[in-house]
């Protein structure tokens, strides 16, 4: 019953992704997040991957990948270290740190090399989550959350 509930929210959650209104779409994207499950992540995915997307539900879409924490987004996340603006990026390298997987450090340090401000915060951040300290010592760090 449980599931067959939850598939209910998500067909509902799919619809509401589909409106033209963005701010509808982004709205969803977080209650995708929160609901969670296969379709949820795979449904994420495709709108971190849709450079045709509004760069606020793609960031959002990065940040719910994080909360998921599915190693499947993380070829995902890496590619969206590219992304335009600013929210994607930074949520992707969040999400990164989040998940845990040893396949983004390479893309983690590149983007703290080339980035700036909390977009490259939040990659030394994540490799810290990751365990990669000694690869941060050329970067002023960001002091740690206490």
Same mark, same amino acid.
């Given at each position: 019953?449980?599931? %067959?509930?939850?598939?209910?929210?998500?067909?509902?959650?799919?619809?509401?992704?589909?409106?033209?209104?963005?701010?509808?779409?982004?709205?969803? /994207?977080?209650?995708?997040?929160?609901?969670?499950?296969?379709?949820?992540?795979?449904?994420?995915?495709?709108?971190?991957?849709?450079?045709?997307?509004?760069?606020? /539900?793609?960031?959002? @879409?990065?940040?719910?990948?994080?909360?998921?924490?599915?190693?499947?987004?993380?070829?995902?996340?890496?590619? @969206?270290?590219? @992304?335009?603006?600013?929210?994607?990026?930074?949520?992707?390298?969040? *999400? $990164?740190?989040?998940?845990?997987?040893?396949? *983004?450090?390479? *893309?983690?340090?590149?983007?703290?090399? %080339?980035?700036?401000?909390?977009?490259?915060?939040?990659?030394?951040? @994540?490799?810290?989550?990751?365990?990669?300290?000694?690869? $941060?010592?050329?970067? *002023?760090?960001?002091?740690?959350?206490?």
């Amino acid at each position: 019953m449980a599931d %067959s509930q939850n598939d209910s929210k998500v067909r509902t959650i799919l619809s509401e992704l589909r409106d033209v209104n963005k701010d509808r779409r982004r709205t969803a /994207v977080m209650k995708l997040g929160m609901v969670g499950g296969d379709q949820a992540i795979r449904t994420l995915i495709s709108i971190v991957d849709n450079s045709q997307e509004d760069l606020i /539900v793609r960031g959002r @879409a990065a940040l719910m990948l994080g909360k998921l924490k599915d190693d499947r987004a993380v070829p995902h996340l890496i590619r @969206a270290l590219d @992304a335009p603006g600013f929210l994607t990026p930074y949520n992707a390298a969040q *999400a $990164l740190g989040k998940i845990g997987d040893p396949r *983004a450090v390479d *893309a983690l340090l590149d983007f703290a090399d %080339s980035s700036r401000d909390k977009t490259r915060d939040a990659a030394v951040l @994540a490799l810290r989550q990751l365990g990669h300290e000694s690869e $941060l010592e050329t970067f *002023a760090l960001p002091q740690p959350p206490i």
